[in-house]
């Protein structure tokens, strides 16, 4: 063999091995421990044992016929490989090392310059714009979405001038996907706002903190483990993160520091001059990650994002996940879906503008969603029988798919044997009351949404548009108030944003302490105190608890507010003065006091 041919058959041998291991990992669930780790580690060395062999003999290569997409297309499996492993792991310097190969994939053109009758390699670049969209989102790199989103949409103006024969109707889908979706997320409309990850600057609380650190309960939880769902028709979403899961999966992990994500222009430049990567040599930095971490924070905990998946899928991967949680570990199960699928549910929401008299006969007038709500309202004081049990459920299918798509309360109960933390976002939530006190072994926390949402108006009042109200408000309080009053935040209002912020930092970091000393805080809160995903989430469903009880008269309300189960404190209740004297600052300092009722008003 003429040694001019051994590079590029070494080459091609080496490029179907990987390719060969890439298929076996490809499809692999995302959930459980063990899945896939074995082959991942043997596809990755593959592949970077093929990135090596490239870079060591470019010349040859590029002599024997390589196209500069062939090495964009390895540096995009290695991307997807990292991005695979951050799904299965929430490791965030597996998201970060996608980044940079994605980035580096457009930054140095791989696939721009070949030719435009080539449909394959087309396709193969319209799935990297794909990619690195969903990559971008998650990292909150606002300024490359917005590149990459006029890349893909010149990308698929040329392609269907140039294959007219082919129809390109589910790349444009792909482009309205993205752009409604950037369109509703704050990190877009408000780029002043605070991430929805947790900060350790903006959400660590001085105050609170001493008291945080001595806070010890008879036992402690260490949160380990997530179940990330949400199943609505026609919801906002972006491949399969829809807007809810989007928000809650950034709420549950930790801010990322080093320079890497300090804001900064997509395209690089050097003394005012973009940089042509288009003859650079393939070279990618494999240890940048290792400057764009930060070793002091702890690992996020593990998360499975489920886009509609089957009942039984959805009830075997929180099954695996629970046989899989550490010992003294809690599991976070999340779950955004309608209720019966009788109800026209994201469009029964409520105003609350009007007299007390109005906002009465629009109470009474939804008769029949109170009686829906009777059977489950009737046993709260009795005892419960098993039928109590598989009344109400979360729909998880198509329309008219019948019980076979139902999720009962009833069918969460076997998974009460391991401590969990459920937040029901739901318009029949409240059907999970009868969780409580059900238990098979540890006993349960409970976060359960309002039946309907509460707006000023109706511009604002479309959960399929906007995401869920009580999913923001556990998100993004701030966000999720202004959106609720109709008070337009832009970004000039970045003074008003952050004396806002203020005023919530100073009650939050009040009723930890609260929480912290109250003699009367359940075990079940108790024991997940300590973590900082868990102790937010809780403070954060004071403020909404208490929101929403200043803006509703108290007769009638129950089906507009959120329940939490074990009870918290009185001391924390929405008419206490601690917690009242927040929402009442807060609409003072917007100037939308009209909107509510206080206790001595």
Known sequence: MAEEDVVPKTFRALVESADRKFARVRDLPSYGRAQGQHYFQKVFKAYMR????????????????????????????????????????????????????????????????????????????LRFYARFLLVSLILNRTEMVKVVVEKLRALIYDCKANFRET?????????????????????????????????AMLNCHPNSVPYVARFHAKKVLKFRGAILMSYH??????????????????????????????????????????????????????????????????????KA????????????????????????????????????????????????????????????????????????????????????????????????????????????????????????????????????????????????????PTFKGPSSADMTQNGSQFTLFLTAPLLAFCQMVGFSLTDSDTEVLNSAESILSTAFSKWEVILCKSPSLDLVWAQVLSDPFLRRLIVRFIFCRAVLSAIWPPEGSDQYLPLCLP?????????????????????DHLKVSNYFHFGDS
């Open 167 to 199: 129809n390109f109707k589910e790349w444009k889908l792909v482009e309205q996907e993205i752009l409604r979706f950037i369109n509703i997320d704050t990190t877009f409309t408000i780029p002043s706002s605070r991430p929805f990850r947790y900060c």
């Open 305 to 452: 994002i489920l886009y509609r998946p089957s009942l039984t899928h959805l009830i075997a991967v929180m099954a695996t996940i629970c046989e899989e949680l550490p010992p003294e570990s809690i599991m976070l199960v999340y779950l955004s879906a309608s209720g019966k699928p009788g109800q026209i549910n994201t469009s029964h929401v409520e105003t609350s503008g009007g007299s007390r008299r109005t906002r009465k006969s629009m109470l009474t007038s939804h008769s029949s969603l109170e009686q829906n709500c009777s059977a489950t309202e009737s046993h709260i004081n009795g005892v419960k029988g098993p039928s109590d049990y598989y009344n109400d459920y979360l729909w998880l299918g198509p329309k008219g798919n019948g019980g076979s798509s139902n999720l009962y309360p009833g069918d969460i109960i076997p998974f009460t044997r391991r401590p969990l933390f459920l937040i029901i976002d739901s318009d029949s939530s409240h059907a999970f009351k009868v969780l409580h006190g059900a238990e098979r072994g540890e006993k349960a926390a409970l976060l359960l949404s309002p039946l309907r």
């Open 233 to 302: 028709r026609n919801e906002v979403k972006f491949a399969e993160l829809t807007l809810d899961v989007y928000r809650m999966l950034q709420c549950l992990e930790w801010e990322p520091s080093g320079s890497f994500y300090q804001k900064h222009p997509a395209e690089p430049k050097e003394n005012g001059v973009a940089v042509d990567y288009s003859g650079a040599s393939g070279l990618i930095d494999m240890n940048l990650a290792a400057d764009m971490t930060d070793p002091a924070l702890p690992p996020n905990p593990r």
């Open 50 to 125: 093929l990135w090596k062999y490239q870079q060591e003999h470019r010349p040859e290569l590029v002599k024997a016929g390589l196209n500069r997409w062939e090495i964009g297309e390895i540096a995009g499996r290695i991307g997807q490989l990292y991005f695979g492993q951050y799904m299965r792991t929430s490791e965030a310097r597996f998201l970060v090392e996608a980044y940079i190969f994605y980035e580096a994939i457009l930054k140095r053109r791989y696939f721009e310059g070949c030719g435009v009758k080539d449909l394959r390699v087309r396709f193969k670049e």
């Open 567 to 587: 009870q918290l404190p009185n001391s924390l209740s929405p008419k206490s003065d601690v917690v009242q004297s927040c929402v009442s600052q807060l609409a």
